[in-house]
């Protein structure tokens, strides 16, 4: 990515990068409540948000996805 290798970071960095939204017919929260109700999910999560953060890529690289699953199957 070009934006990690001009951002002037020094260092060792993990960063998540993923689309704003699951490719799932299922809600995101669904499976979440089912098979591990009590993992606590962000209030702006979404109707079909990734269940993946990527806010640390944006904050420090200036990720943002520019294409998500839903749009790209359309």
């Given at each position: ?22 490719a ?5 929260a669904e499976p979440f409540?089912r098979?591990?109700?009590t ?9 079909f948000?990734s ?14 996805a520019?294409?998500g ?6």
């Amino acid at each position: 990515m070009l934006a990690a290798l001009r951002s002037g970071l020094t260092g060792c960095h993990a960063l998540n990068v993923a689309a704003p939204d699951s490719a799932s017919d299922v809600p995101t929260a669904e499976p979440f409540a089912r098979y591990h109700p009590t993992t606590e999910l962000g209030a702006g999560l979404g109707t079909f948000g990734s269940a993946v953060d990527s806010s640390t890529a944006r904050e420090l690289i200036g990720f943002t996805a520019e294409q998500g699953w839903r749009a790209a199957s359309t």
